[in-house]
């Protein structure tokens, strides 16, 4: 088992470590709050390591900013409309932790928020599990969750694992910030961005999906072919408009439950090229478009709005109040297995 290294204290002092994994050319550092990636260095087009997520030197900025960098979510991944599903007959209330109405990542101490437990870890891969007790913001059951990263040459595979003894909801995911230039390098508007799907969810103005599956044919939604993340990010589209930028869900390609490409990004400045797959039915695009306010990132980057990316794979959000959409129940003697993977290229 690799050495970690102290990352921190938690008020009530409980330790915070951080774990270097290395394969390759590729090295990522993640620490045990909120399981969360601080670092990915990858190699650009001459060969020189890049660090291509947003994360910080320490403790306390992961633990006050409030915007998940890097961090593990759940046990609802996204947004829940009204801070409350039914179940099986019974309605669950959760906390409003989003404008005071809506439900997010979780609630107001959700997984990204928790310090997880090592279980396993070695070279290229490190295991982290941590328990949900029943009636933990407010979910139901009592969940246990695996969550492993892999490191390999090519790049980070994330595999996930929940069991629960009820019923319940479950979405699991990671919030890295991509910033492919280099996570101090500045906004990502002239990086690529192409997204392998023909349709998305719209929202309403605080970002709950109305339940519509629109086409992405004709509109600023349209990222078939690679694009620049800021060619139509200001375009008068009431989406858009209403929420700052891209912060939406689209369906990608493909049958949910098999490893598929679902996204591709780039930087020209770098070479470096990221491929992104998933066995999940929906991935969230958000272009970072609250980051003003964060504190400095890694080195005294003064990291601000769209300096990073994010690609979510995911269940659609608020998809427990949406029974059209694909089912995130969890049901109790199952297993929610899901991968995602993030591959490197540089040319």
């Given amino acids: 088992m690799p050495s970690p290294i102290p990352f921190g204290l938690m008020p009530d002092g409980t330790p915070v470590e951080l774990y270097t994994l290395s394969a390759g050319a590729l090295s990522c550092g ?6 969360s990636l601080q670092s990915l260095r990858v190699p650009d087009r001459a060969g020189k390591p ?8 320490s403790l306390e900025p992961y633990r006050t900013h409030g915007k998940s960098l890097g961090a593990l979510v759940g046990r609802y991944a996204n947004r829940i409309g009204g801070a409350e599903f039914t179940l099986n ?57 695996r969550v492993t990263y892999v490191l390999t040459e090519e790049g980070l595979a994330i595999e996930y694992r929940a069991e629960c003894d009820r019923d319940t909801v479950c979405s699991l995911t990671n919030h890295a910030y991509f910033n492919l230039s280099g996570h ?17 969810t719209p929202t309403d103005p605080l970002s709950i999906p109305t339940g519509e599956i629109a086409p992405v044919e004709g509109t600023p939604m349209d990222l078939r072919q690679p694009i620049p993340i800021g060619a139509r990010i200001g375009e008068d589209f009431p ?6 930028g891209y912060d939406h869900n689209w369906i990608p390609h493909g049958d949910p439950g098999t490893l598929r490409p679902i996204a591709r990004a ?11 797959l998933s066995t999940l039915p929906g991935v969230q695009f958000y272009t970072g478009n609250y980051l003003d306010g964060c504190p ?12 990073g990316f994010c690609l979510e794979t995911q269940f659609y959000p608020d998809t ?28």
């Fill in 89 to 145: 007959g019974t309605t669950y209330p959760l906390a409003a932790n989003d404008n005071g109405v809506n439900h997010l990542h979780g609630g107001r101490v959700g997984f990204n928020q928790r310090v997880w437990t090592v279980e396993d870890a070695g070279a290229d891969r490190l295991a982290l599990s941590l328990f949900s007790p029943d009636g933990e913001e407010g979910y139901p059951g009592n969940l246990t969750v």
């Fill in 239 to 244: 989406q858009l408009r209403q929420a700052g």
């Fill in 50 to 57: 890049v660090d291509v997520l947003l994360g910080f030197d």
């Fill in 296 to 307: 400095a990132g890694k080195g005294g980057a003064p990291y601000a709005n769209r300096w």
């Fill in 30 to 35: 993640v620490i045990t709050f909120g399981g």
């Fill in 266 to 276: 780039a930087s020209a400045a770098t070479g470096i090229s990221m491929e992104v």
């Fill in 184 to 200: 101090g390098s500045g906004p990502v508007l002239d990086q690529t961005i192409q997204l392998l799907a023909d349709r998305y």
């Fill in 320 to 347: 427990p109040n949406h029974p059209d959409f694909p089912s995130c129940v969890l049901h109790a003697g199952d297993t929610f297995a899901h991968r995602a993977v993030f591959r490197f290229s540089a040319g």
